[in-house]
């Protein structure tokens, strides 16, 4: 089964391909500069879609966040993706890697054309067009920090926090369509080594793809047999989330202060 790696031009991202391709015979990586519009133009966008209160609300907590935790998070991630370096077999090679700007370009429908994946496994941001969609035969599968169809869209751990449902804290491997996160889901998982009270939604989500890295290789081996495995979705509520703002985040902080003190208030009756 010829198959393919799409991944953004990310260092945390060449981890997990890299720990993917050592146990998994991948073909190629196909590496993606661009992962959204400039800026500018992202912003004007979103403020068109959303309103400026609701992007104001967003830039503001990203800002926050970058300023107090962006340093922590990228050494506890940092550290993560160590541990999966060192499980590297000594002798690994990475395969060969195409660099491409836009996954939505001819160049890159071009490049996937020729390349002629039965698969494409991914961990992109763009939404793909039905053109790149239908390239591979056995499909363009997602692999998602977040449980879905309940947890759809970014920032899935942190809205699984919020909503005080830590087992929308994981992974989902998915089959990609038009929509954001949609489609059959082949695999998923709660992560089951997360901390929600002490660690960030963005650490979660790194632990969560690399508790769910495993699992995605066995899948890999089922589809190359033949096999087609499939998670339920029946009876399933679908939430499409957005980026997370400072009001959210204030939300989130007076939830984790009252479950802090209900865990401390337990662990004094034991």
């Known amino acids: 089964m010829k198959t393919v790696y799409l991944l953004h031009d990310t260092w945390n991202h060449y981890c997990k391909a890299d720990w993917i391709a050592a146990h998994f015979p991948i073909d190629s990586f196909v590496i993606i500069k661009r992962t959204r519009p400039w ?21 503001l907590f990203r800002v926050y966040w970058l300023s107090c935790n962006g340093l922590r998070d990228h050494i506890l991630t940092r550290n993560l993706m160590k541990k999966l370096e060192s499980d590297l077999p000594k002798n690994y090679k ?36 039905e053109r790149i969609l239908s390239i591979p035969k056995l499909g363009m599968l997602v692999f998602h920090p977040g449980i879905t169809p309940e947890y759809r869209g970014p920032h899935s751990a ?75 979705g029946e009876g399933r509520v679908s939430t499409n989330y957005t980026h997370p703002g400072i009001t959210d985040y204030f939300r989130l902080r007076r939830l984790l202060k009252r479950l802090r003190v209900d865990h401390h208030a337990s662990q004094a009756q034991v």
């Open 39 to 59: 800026w500018g133009k992202y912003l004007f966008l979103r403020v068109r879609r959303l309103g400026l209160l609701k992007v104001l609300d967003e830039v």
């Open 94 to 129: 990475r395969p060969q890697s195409y660099r491409i700007y836009d996954i939505n370009s001819r160049e890159a429908e071009t490049l996937l054309t020729n390349l002629a994946p039965d698969v494409c496994l991914l961990t992109i941001h763009r939404i793909l067009e």
């Open 158 to 232: 942190f809205w699984a926090t919020l909503n005080n449902e830590f087992w929308g804290i994981g992974w989902s491997l998915l089959r990609a369509e038009k929509g954001i996160d949609t489609g059959g889901v082949l695999g998923q998982a709660s992560a089951a080594n997360v901390d929600p009270l002490r660690q960030s939604h963005i650490f979660m989500q790194h632990q969560s793809h690399v508790e769910g890295l495993p699992h995605v290789v066995q899948i890999l081996r089922e589809l190359e047999i033949g096999e087609k495995p499939f998670v339920s």
